[in-house]
Every structure is written in structure tokens, then in C-alpha cells.
């Protein structure tokens, strides 16, 4: 299983971005998925999380109201649609497929860097 992460880059607060996690022609689209962020010096979180069917759904409390997190299984494909982005959302974002627990994927794309200015 290969992810590629895209459509990071930098944006003004309160502005909006849309990330990409293409999965390879491969990947089981019975996998959950998933997007986590890292800021320097900061630990992973876990930012948003959706079923394989796409239905049901987690959010961190931070980013609730702002981020959806969707998925075209035709397409092998997971968004995250961000808007009202502030500068605390500047991180890496990593997309993860395969989860054995709410924190634990077996599968990780290479990240995109969101920088939100202020």
C-alpha cells in the first residue's frame, strides 16, 4: 500500500485548503483512513478519521466545525477540506490507512507542509 499526501503549502488565516491522500491501485478501499499533523516540537495528533464507507466519522476537538474529512473509493482517493484555517493548523500532515486502534495505522503517505500565516 503507497499513499501520496498532496495540496499543503501556505495560506493566510481564515483561509481554506483542500489535502489529497491517493492510495495505490492496490489498496484494499475496505481500509480506514485517516489524517494526523505534527508541529515541530510537538507530538502526532490524530486530526480527523473516517470508516471505509465514509460515514462515520472523528474530528479533533480543535479542528471540529472547520475540516471535513471525506473519501471517493472509486478513486482510491481521502480529502480534508480545511477552512477557517489559523496559524495553530501549520504542521505536517500525514495521511494513514489501515488502522489497528484509533492511533495506530499500518500505512503512512510522506506528508505535506500546511503554513497558516497570520
Known amino acids: 500500500v503507497q499513499l501520496?499526501?498532496?495540496g499543503g503549502g501556505l495560506v493566510q488565516a481564515g483561509?481554506?485548503?483542500r489535502l489529497s491522500c491517493a492510495a495505490?491501485?492496490?489498496t484494499e478501499s475496505s481500509y480506514g483512513m485517516a489524517w494526523f499533523r505534527q508541529a515541530p516540537?510537538?507530538?502526532r495528533d490524530l486530526v480527523a478519521?473516517?470508516?471505509w464507507k465514509g460515514v462515520s466519522t472523528y474530528y479533533l476537538d480543535a479542528v471540529k466545525g472547520?475540516?471535513?474529512i471525506s473519501r471517493d473509493n472509486a478513486k482510491k482517493t481521502m480529502y480534508l477540506q480545511m477552512n477557517g484555517l489559523k496559524p495553530e493548523d501549520t504542521a505536517v500532515y500525514y495521511c494513514a490507512a489501515g488502522p489497528?486502534?484509533?492511533y495506530v495505522y499500518d500505512y503512512w503517505?510522506?506528508?505535506t507542509q500546511v503554513t497558516v500565516s497570520s
Open 15 to 17: 483561509g481554506s485548503l
Open 41 to 43: 516540537g510537538k507530538e
Open 4 to 6: 501520496q499526501a498532496s
Open 109 to 111: 503517505g510522506q506528508g
Open 66 to 68: 472547520r475540516f471535513t
Open 100 to 102: 489497528r486502534s484509533q
Open 49 to 51: 478519521a473516517v470508516n
Open 24 to 26: 495505490s491501485a492496490r
